[in-house]
DNA sequence: TCTGGGGTCCTAGGACCC
DNA sequence: TCTGGGGTCCTAGGACCC
């Protein structure tokens, strides 16, 4: 028989990491904004109750935040990352096998004699160390930790945080409540589809048609109705796969209009994803360059093309990478758009070391490798070194994103560190 | 005025081949 | 009345997640 999984999950992650920096704010509402400061993104509790919703433009909610004084920030990803390798490490310390899942969530392979208790000394350990509040979802397969993890989370005074379904005296009680949208890999469509076959509870799903569910929704319906049921689909992955692709992109500021400047901005966006692909020693097979106007203006004139180039031989060369950035953004923009976001993917990833080069390919001629060097000294210094082709920040960067209400790097920056009073 | 960004997996359909 | 058909590879787009 398998070990059972457990699901943890910081809670509000991004509020909580706030708020360990700045106590004043436990207790009160807080929001955290996305990139740009568009929408919200992070909740605190008191937050939640006075009713904003989960990736609510910030604009909508404005209102409430005055009335209420809702205290806002926007993102501080350097921060929550830290506090994240923080929290993983505490959790991999303590059991034989974990997969990092997401910024705030980790999957974990239980010991045999893991016990609920042990479940709540755990997250009391993660709080002693991070501060960060987490929950447990335990079950026998990735899904039904998940459903476990809902419920410890909604029912946070009833089960101190952490909740076994398993041992649970009606399981189906649970699942009865818990409505199919609600469920890890049920979105809007496939409940859709679902209520279509008349099933509506995670309870009905457990039990239909196994043909049918497999008509309607095909492998990822049975997938998913085979977890529930305890046969496990989802392996823990404890070393991440190979990434496929990076992208870049962003929604500008304020509209753009001239193709100079959309230039600078994918210079910028090929600048950040070239970098992060050296980083993980990979080449990039292709590109593709996508442009779009804005999507809530639908009396604006609308335009959204993309376009993809493949190399002859995989490269990560960042001047070779906006040249192509460059000549595909040529071959797609249009005058007379109010463009609201560029972006960029590399995609088609290989490693540098095991790339194979073709026939035809050009031979590698031994060079120094600039992009190397700049990407070292920018990692050291923080940023000195820029393409030409990336503007001078202050001018003509309407395109730059938002980011007023940001917190500082209490962790990562020395200029930034918290200071303690006696 | 103001509406995120970065990923993965699956599927359908076209191109191509024998 | 006949005008193949099946396999494979690639790509675009949909759906989902955090």
Redesign the pocket.
Known sequence: MNDRLALV?CNN?YCSCERVFNPSLIGKPIVV???????I?SRSDEAKALGIP???????Q?ETIRKHGVQVFS?NYTLYGDMSSRVMSILADEVPAIEI?????AFLQLPKNFSVEMGKALRAKVLKHTGIPVCMGIGMTKLLA?LSNRYAKKNKMLTGGVFDIGEHWDPDGIMHETQC?D???????????LRKIDVSTVLEFKNADPVAVRMSL???GE?LQREMNGIRCLELEEVP???????????????VEKLEELEVALSN?VS??SE?IRSGGLLAS?M?VMLRT?R??PEEPQYCP???F?FGTPTASTSQLMKAARRLLHRIYRLGYRY??A?I??D??VGSVSYQPSLFDAPVTPKIDVDRIVDDINRRMGRVITHGSMGVKGTGDAWR?KSGRKSPSYTTSWGELPEARL
Not at 33 to 39: A, P, Q, T
């Open positions: 999950d992650f904004l996305s990139n740009n400061d568009g929408c993104i989960m990736g609510a433009p910030l604009h909508e404005q993102s899942y997401s910024i705030d969530e998940k949208e469920l890890w890999g049920v979105g809007k469509n496939l409940a859709r589809r095909g492998v990822i997938r796969a190979d990434k496929k692709s990076v992208m870049a992109s962003r929604s500008f500021g304020s509209p966006h950040r994803a992060k292709s593709v804005n809530f203006k993309s376009i993809r493949t609201k976001k972006g993917m590399l088609g990833l994103m």
